[in-house]
């Protein structure tokens, strides 16, 4: 009968019933033991949100980073120890920034249910608040019943995430070792219509790509030579540039615009039209419902991989140190 039920809920809300990647999670997993949980989450991610129009970028990235090192755990919430340096300390994670936000909005969530909604429920839950605050709805569905870990090391930060070096076969290994396909790839870079990336991120495409002081030809030739305006040297790691110039803050598809124009700020973004098998992709996700209705399924996925429930590791009282 519940079985039932939660199939039907998948056909409703996401389309098809293999799309329904949940895993053991389940909608309104809090509706009994506190079902304030998401309103909370959302009231007070939408208050931050509101004073600071960065954090959707910061949240959806940390998302992702949570999710492919150890799965869903809120692991990238951790603070390092006297023994350990925790992947937030990773060189990857540089500028993840909003974690003193997260810690919180989970203090608040403390207060009405102490030891009850964990610290990677309530990064899922943010991130996806924070994106859909301008839209006034819901831009993906959030499954719940994640527990937290607690272990988090930088050395597997560095393992298991892609780098903004990596070339396309790279990066749909990493993917693929996360259960994510070739389509969750393309789709989910397209996270990168919002947010900054460093100058270090990308300035060896600008500068010295072969090691001869030149310059990366696949790179649009009238945004390199803007780009080398914002970012004088290859030892800048200061400044930042949006990576989807001109919308920057806006959650869109117009990431897919700035590919075809050779305009992909890493080398991961341009390797995603390396391909004739991405280039297709790429192409479909040019339609804008298209777009918001894969980014969706996609997100559900990602919000999955690795998940500890049931007695599985830990509700954490704050987020940045295990209980
Ligand atoms: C495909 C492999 C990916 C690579 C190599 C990659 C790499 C990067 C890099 C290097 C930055 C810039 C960091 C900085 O300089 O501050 C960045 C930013 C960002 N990434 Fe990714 N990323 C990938 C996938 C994703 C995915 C799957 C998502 C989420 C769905 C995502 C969301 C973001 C967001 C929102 C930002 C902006 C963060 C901010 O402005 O604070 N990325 N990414
Ligand atoms: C969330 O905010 C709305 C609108 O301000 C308010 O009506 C509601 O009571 C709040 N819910 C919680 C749980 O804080
Ligand atoms: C975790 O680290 C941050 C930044 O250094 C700090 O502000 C916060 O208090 C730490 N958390 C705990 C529980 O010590
Ligand atoms: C760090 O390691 C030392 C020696 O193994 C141990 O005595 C100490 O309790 C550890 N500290 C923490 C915070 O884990
Ligand atoms: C992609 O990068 C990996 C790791 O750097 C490398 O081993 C591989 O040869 C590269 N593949 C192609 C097709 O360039
Ligand atoms: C460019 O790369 C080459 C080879 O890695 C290196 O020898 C050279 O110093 C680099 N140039 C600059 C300006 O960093
Ligand atoms: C470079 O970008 C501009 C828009 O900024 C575009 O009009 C042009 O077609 C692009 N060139 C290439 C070769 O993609
Ligand atoms: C290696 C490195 O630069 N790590 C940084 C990771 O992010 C934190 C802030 O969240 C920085 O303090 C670390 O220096």
Excluded at 71 to 86: E, I, K, M, R, Y
Excluded at 130 to 154: H, I, M, Q
Excluded at 278 to 299: G, N, P, T, W
């Amino acid at each position: 009968m519940r079985k039932q039920a939660l199939i039907l809920v998948c056909i409703v809300v996401f389309g098809v019933v293999g799309s329904c990647h949940g895993g053991s999670l389940k909608k309104g997993y809090y509706d009994n033991t506190c079902p304030d949980a998401e309103a909370i989450i959302k009231n007070a991610t939408e208050k931050r949100v509101a004073n600071d129009p960065t954090l959707p970028a910061r949240f959806l990235r940390m998302h992702f980073h949570d999710c492919f090192v150890r799965g869903c755990d809120g692991s990238v919430l951790l603070n390092s120890t006297t023994n350990n340096t925790a992947e937030k300390d990773a060189i990857p994670n540089l500028s993840l920034a909003g974690f003193d936000v997260i810690d919180d909005i989970k203090a608040e969530v403390e207060k009405e249910c102490p030891n009850v909604v964990s610290c990677a429920d309530v990064l899922a839950l943010a991130a996806r608040d924070a994106v859909s605050f301008k839209f006034r709805k819901p831009l993906w569905n959030v499954l719940t019943g994640r527990r937290d870990g607690t272990v988090s090391e930088a050395s597997e930060a560095l393992a298991n995430l892609p780098s903004p070096f990596s070339n396309f076969s790279t990066l749909v290994q990493k993917f693929a070792n996360k259960g994510l396909n070739v389509q969750d790839l393309v789709i989910l870079s397209g996270g990168h219509t919002i947010g900054v990336g460093h100058c270090n991120t990308f300035s060896n495409r600008l500068y010295n790509f072969t090691g001869n002081g030149d310059q990366d030809p696949s790179l649009n030739a009238t945004y390199a030579t803007f780009l080398k305006t914002q970012c004088q040297s290859l030892s800048d790691s200061t400044t930042f540039v949006a990576m989807d110039p001109g919308s920057g803050l806006t959650f869109d598809n117009n990431y897919y615009v700035t590919l075809k124009q050779n305009k992909g700020l890493f080398q991961s973004d341009a390797a995603l039209i390396t391909h004739e098998i991405s280039r297709i992709i790429v192409d479909e996700l040019l339609v804008s419902e298209v777009f918001f209705r894969e980014f969706a399924l996609s997100m559900v996925k990602m919000g999955a991989i690795g998940v500890l429930t049931g007695n599985e590791g830990e509700i954490r009282k704050k987020c940045s140190v295990v209980n």
